[in-house]
């Protein structure tokens, strides 16, 4: 049953809402808000939006998330995952157009959620959730440089590399002024967890810097001279306008949003389970999450999903139910309409020092070079991922990872899947119930009789390995006069061995060679009879024990 995690709470609400857990709750969600703050921004401002957008979303969806989602703890928000796509979508298809985009991936999100694909969204492999997470980490990290630097350029190239082109030749441009605050807003970053863990870095990097630009009147780029005044007010909520050739340009950035954004709501509340010893609800916060990009879109927000730092701060800091995530936006609100006018005063460099800090945080590169420990598959998932999430884009990153990432465990399955001739067997070897006697027994019966010839299949029987069976039947030896085929270790069958089966089936009749089947577990023979497979063949044909079948085939030979 889907239910808001905060609605199954209530049920128990002596248990869960005792006053010193709603104090706790509360203290959290103050902080986690002011934590938010300079994040929401930035994010807001790297995306291409103005400031305010980035704050919008993290009430508006940042509330919904908390109060109809599948977690006690996820706090809803912008991501630096989503800046990357956002900026293309505006460049493409302008503001209107990104609306349009979120609550098309908000409805696709509430699907997802319906036809309960949360748990098929987490099956995603690691190798690719870290290769398209470092990837965006780069892009992020590429987009930061002018303002860090405050690089004069008119227009940034958007492509990866002709972006540090053009870098590299306005290196001349840099101003000195705007390189200080920015080192000196990442070392505030940097070591103030150092010196205070409660006290957020990055907004007293925000402060600092701002009070040393408006002090000494340095000539440094900042909100206001970039966007001139910035709203404290959330807008009436207006449908964007929708029509079918937008909803069909969109159709393929909008489905991009929805994965990442499920992909990151549903690891981040994973993160957060291990942390408080608890599980969400994985379909609800799908759900949830369609919810809050739907909603976001209508009051001019950005797309919004559960953000792994501030959730994992808000775990830090005592939250243990939706209570915390509900206080963040509220608490937001609240700082949004009587501090936004001052926003204009923050240097553009300060903000760019959070965003660095932010791609750092994502780029995750100790499990990045951790993965380099695995696999040759996994390694090459994990740099074809990031290496088309960097030069092309997320939507071929992630479509060309899951794709190699498929073909290579299907390779690894077939792989261990075995399939031999069996000469003769050990006692060892005999089917359960079956002493080392009766195991002799069958050996002199397979070594005195060459008409019979035994195979036996130990692991996955599919279309990944079914045609090495075909190679290996192909050398039957026409002498023989019944064929054994051992099943008790196939679990997995599909079509394509069936086919085979029948295929093995047409040219043991044209030798009239007897077929036999041992061990066949259940599911395997579900399909072989709704085929109609054993009614053509046979139901005499299988035998539950080996030594059942071996004595079958004894007397078909003594006739």
């Given amino acids: 049953m889907m239910m808001p995690k905060l609605f199954s709470l209530l049920k128990n609400s002596r248990q869960e809402f005792s006053k010193n857990r709603i104090t706790k709750d509360i203290v959290s969600g103050i902080i986690v808000a002011v934590i938010a703050l300079p994040l929401s921004i930035a994010l807001a401002i790297a995306s291409g939006v103005s400031p305010e957008k980035g704050l919008i979303t993290a009430i508006v969806g940042g509330f919904i998330i908390s109060f109809f989602g599948g977690s006690r703890v996820q706090i809803g928000g912008p991501t630096g995952a989503f800046v990357i796509i956002i900026y293309g979508i505006i460049q493409k298809y302008s503001i209107e157009g990104l609306a349009v985009a979120t609550v098309m991936a908000g409805i696709i999100l509430i699907i997802f959620g319906l036809v309960k694909f949360g748990s098929v969204i987490k099956y995603i492999p690691y190798s690719i959730t870290t290769g398209f997470t470092a990837g965006i980490a780069i892009v992020l990290f590429s987009t930061q440089i002018k303002d860090l630097f405050g690089l004069r350029m008119d227009i940034v190239p958007s492509e990866f590399f002709e972006k540090w082109g053009a870098y590299f030749s306005n290196i001349n441009s840099m101003q000195i002024e705007t390189v200080i605050i920015g080192v000196i807003a990442l ?15 990055a907004l007293v990097a925000l402060v600092v810097t701002t009070l040393i630009v408006q002090i000494f009147n340095l000539p440094v780029e900042t909100i206001g001279s970039r966007f001139g005044e910035v709203s404290s007010t959330i807008p009436i909520p207006n449908l964007p306008n929708i029509n079918f050739k937008m909803i069909s340009d969109l159709i393929q950035p909008a489905i991009t949003i929805a994965i990442l954004a499920g992909i990151e709501s549903l690891l981040s509340a994973v993160v957060a389970d291990g942390m408080i010893g608890k599980k969400h609800n994985s379909n609800m916060e799908l759900v949830a999450q369609g919810m809050a990009n739907i909603v976001s879109a209508l009051f001019g927000g950005i797309p919004a999903t559960g953000a792994i730092a501030r959730t994992a701060a808000n775990v830090k800091n005592g939250g243990r139910t939706p209570i915390a995530g509900i206080v963040h936006s509220v608490f937001l609100l609240l700082i949004m309409m009587l501090l936004m006018p001052f ?18 945080n994502m780029s995750e590169w100790r499990e990045f070079k951790d993965l380099f420990k695995s696999t040759k598959s996994d390694i090459s998932v994990l740099l074809i991922t990031f290496t088309l999430t960097v030069v092309f884009d997320l939507v071929i990153a992630i479509e060309m990872g899951m794709i190699l990432a498929m073909f290579l465990f299907i390779k690894k399955s077939s792989e261990a899947t075995n399939i031999k001739k069996v000469d003769y067997m050990y006692a060892d070897s005999a089917e359960e119930g079956e002493d080392s006697e009766t195991g002799e027994d069958i050996d002199s019966i397979i070594k005195e009789n060459d008409k019979i010839i035994i195979y036996e299949i130990n692991g996955p029987l599919f279309f990944g390995a079914a045609n090495t069976f075909m190679d290996l039947v192909n050398e039957i030896d026409i002498r023989a006069e019944v064929m054994i085929i051992r099943m008790k270790n196939v679990l997995v069958f599909d079509a394509t061995a069936l086919n085979v089966l029948n295929r093995i089936k047409t040219q043991c009749k044209k030798h009239k060679i007897k077929l036999i089947f041992t061990g066949v577990q259940e599911k395997p023979m579900n399909l072989m009879i709704k085929s109609g497979f054993v009614e053509s063949v046979g139901s005499w044909c299988f035998f539950n024990n080996f030594e059942d079948g071996i004595n079958k085939a004894k007397g078909l030979i003594e006739k």
Avoid: W
């Fill in 187 to 201: 070392l505030i970053i940097i070591y103030m967890p150092k010196i205070n863990k409660k006290i957020p870095g």
């Fill in 343 to 360: 926003a204009k005063l923050i240097p553009m460099t300060t903000l760019a020092a959070i965003l660095v800090i932010i791609s750092y």
